[in-house]
């Protein structure tokens, strides 16, 4: 089992960028390949990003590709995701998730992920 722990979102104006942050429980983290999707108002949870357990692979969702950034401190049991350029179209709850399967590919559906974490808000206004 394994908890996560996400923050740093917030209240942003568009054209502004934000760092959030996932914080893992337990000695497991570098085995997960680690993700962050986000859900709006009314709609499905989507695909943001994903990362290998080592960091030397990185996925991204069409919509945020060249303005968000994923990496990971395996050291610290954190992965990060630089969000920049921000649309009131990211407006979101962004959740990271673990995937502790062992596959060797990121899955970009979240029922490829075992754990959660409660989610942060993201707020972009215009």
């Known amino acids: 089992q394994v908890q996560l722990v996400e923050s740093g979102g917030g209240l942003v104006q568009a054209g502004g960028s934000l760092r959030l942050s996932c914080s893992a429980s337990g000695r497991t983290f570098n085995s997960y390949i680690m993700g962050w999707f986000r859900q709006a108002p009314g709609k499905e949870r989507e695909f943001v990003a994903a990362?290998?357990?080592?960091?030397?692979?990185?996925y991204y969702g069409d919509s945020v590709k060249g303005r968000f950034s994923i990496s990971r401190d395996n050291a610290k049991n954190t992965v990060y995701l630089q969000v920049n350029s921000l649309t009131p179209e990211d407006t979101a709850v962004y959740y990271c998730a673990a995937d502790p399967s062992g596959r060797t590919y990121a899955d970009f559906r979240p029922r490829g992920y075992d754990y959660w974490g409660q989610g942060t808000q993201v707020t972009v206004s215009s």
């Open positions: 990362i290998s357990r080592g960091g030397g692979s990185t």
